[in-house]
C-alpha cells in the first residue's frame, strides 16, 4: 500500500522559505514520477514541481526559479525547497506519486 506522508508547511513571512519533506512508503520514489501540487482556498488543485524517474523536473511557471524539487533515494523522501514566497504561494501542497497516489497535505501560509 502507497503511503505519503507531508512535512513541513508552516506560517512564514512574504519573501522567507520553507522545506516541504514527503517520506514515501509502498513504493521507491526513484522508480516513479513525484511530484508537489497545491490547492489554494476556492481553486482548482494545480501541478507545482514534478520529478521523474529519469530526473528531469517541470515547475509551474509562476514558481519557476524559486522552488525546488529533489528526492533523497535513501531515505525515500521527496522534498520541495521554496524561497522567495508569496502570499500567492499560500495553498495546501499534497505530495503525490504517479499522479496516482496523494499525502494528507500540509498547509503553507504566507503573510505579507
Known amino acids: 500500500q502507497v503511503q505519503l506522508v507531508e512535512s513541513g508547511g508552516g506560517l512564514v513571512q512574504a519573501g522567507g522559505s520553507l522545506r516541504l519533506s514527503c517520506v514515501a512508503s509502498g513504493i521507491i520514489v526513484r522508480l516513479h514520477t513525484m511530484a508537489w501540487y497545491r490547492q489554494a482556498p476556492g481553486k482548482q488543485r494545480e501541478l507545482v514541481a514534478s520529478l521523474t524517474s529519469g530526473g528531469r523536473t517541470n515547475y509551474a511557471d509562476s514558481v519557476k526559479g524559486r522552488f525546488t524539487i529533489s528526492r533523497e533515494d535513501a531515505k525515500s523522501t521527496v522534498n520541495l525547497q521554496m524561497n522567495s514566497l508569496k502570499p500567492e504561494d499560500t495553498a495546501v501542497y499534497y505530495c503525490?506519486?504517479?499522479?496516482?497516489?496523494y499525502g494528507q497535505g500540509t498547509q503553507v501560509t504566507v503573510s505579507s
Open positions: 503525490n506519486a504517479e499522479s496516482i497516489y
